[in-house]
């Protein structure tokens, strides 16, 4: 199982990533295959299960490089 990057990130300036312990604007979140971007609440309430098959379902629905 890939390991995830999770990035909190600044709207302003845009996609700085944010200071430590801030849960910033935006979460990025990246297996190294698919990147999703949750708003902070949502990527709480998420479990890692949900994160990784959103991560699956993009990377599914993205065209070969």
Not at 1 to 11: I, K
Request: charged share 20%; glycine share 4%; with cysteine.
């Amino acid at each position: 199982m890939r390991s995830l990057e999770v990035v909190p990130l600044l709207l302003t300036p845009i996609c700085h990533p944010a200071p430590p312990g801030s849960s910033g604007d935006v979460v990025r979140i990246s297996d190294g295959v698919s990147t999703v971007f949750l708003l902070p609440e949502d990527f709480a309430a998420a479990s890692d299960a949900d994160v990784r098959s959103l991560l699956a379902r993009r990377a599914a629905d993205s065209p070969p490089r």
